[in-house]
């Protein structure tokens, strides 16, 4: 019986894997094609159907380049790193909040700490092992912006654990059945949306791929299957984080049509982000962090502190 609990897991979770790969192929033509009509362009349409095979068409094209790699580079860690950035953003998917089935994490909230913790090592580490001078800056200029975001992140995710008195993601839709905690923890929700565009490495906090500056940043050097690693562990975080902020604020029922409404709309949010929105200024975005967010989400977290104190000792 333990065996068959231990295979139905698997095949669940390998399903899981096969349907984000999928998403993440079609989100990237979704974004071609939004950023096409906000620049007032066709977006990819030839390849197949309205252009529906295009993201195939750029897989197959990706994984069939020749593996080129810079001979100073520390080659074993420099070819390795792109899989583990990728096996992290499959990973941290394992926390989808279903009631049966995959898995039901009481301590959700602290995995999801700590697979975005790791994050910053495969980018620190992509950016190091190449043994050039962009993408190495592209690699510290991430890993100093995603590091001080996490700060803010984890005082905005524990004043959710406060006002939830717990640690797991399925309890959210319990306490979201008469009120979205959108409009009760606004100010929480307009924070991360900020702080995930920063951990993602989103537009328009792009600085570890700044085109302009560092050429392409800290993947400047990798092509064919490590480029398209990277790639996918970007937009497969993209759309985590996605449900997961709708899962937070939006309600948190994950199962009916109005989930899928509002997880299409975030991510939507980003790409629309994208299109809208020039680059940050580095030292502006640093400031935004520590001087603002910092102090805000810490008072917050203090407040909600207190509030549900208060309410515990009256009730």
Do not use: H
Not at 175 to 187: G, H, N, S, T
Not at 203 to 232: C, K, M, Q, R, W
Not at 294 to 311: A, E, R
């Amino acid at each position: 019986m333990y065996m068959y609990d231990l295979f139905l897991v698997f095949f669940s979770y390998l399903i899981l894997v096969i349907m984000v790969l999928v998403s993440v192929a079609f989100l990237t033509l979704l974004e071609r094609s939004v950023l096409g009509y906000i620049q007032i362009r066709k977006g990819p349409n030839k390849v197949g159907l309205i252009g529906i095979l295009q993201p195939f068409s750029d897989a197959v094209k990706l994984f069939s380049k020749e593996q080129v790699f810079p001979y100073k580079s520390n080659y074993l860690i420099y070819y390795l790193c792109p899989g583990f950035s990728f096996l992290i953003s499959l990973f941290i998917w394992g926390l989808m909040p279903y009631s049966w089935g995959l898995y039901n994490y009481q301590y959700g909230f602290l995995f999801f700490m700590v697979c975005i913790s790791l994050g910053v090592y495969g980018l620190m580490i992509i950016g190091w092992s190449s043994n050039s001078m962009y993408s190495l800056l592209g690699g510290l200029r991430g890993v100093a912006q995603t590091i001080s975001y996490e700060v803010s992140f984890a005082f905005i995710l524990l004043s959710i654990m406060i006002v939830c008195g717990g640690y797991s993601l399925i309890s959210l839709s319990c306490y979201q059945e008469k009120v979205w905690f959108f409009i009760i923890l606004f100010p929480l929700c307009l924070m991360m949306w900020v702080s995930m565009m920063a951990e993602g490495n989103r537009t328009p906090f792009d600085f570890a791929e700044g085109e302009s500056e560092l050429v392409s940043g800290f993947n400047v050097e990798y092509g064919s299957g490590g480029f398209a690693l990277i790639f996918l562990s970007e937009y497969s975080m993209i759309l985590f984080m996605s449900m997961f902020f709708v899962v937070i604020f939006l309600g948190g029922d994950i199962f009916g049509l109005s989930f899928i409404l509002k997880f299409l709309f975030i991510v939507f949010l980003f790409l629309w982000v994208r299109g809208s929105l020039p680059r940050f200024r580095y030292d502006k975005l640093m400031n935004l962090c520590w001087m603002i967010f910092l102090f805000s989400s810490l008072s917050l977290l203090v407040f909600y502190g207190l509030l549900m104190m208060s309410i515990i000792m009256i009730v």
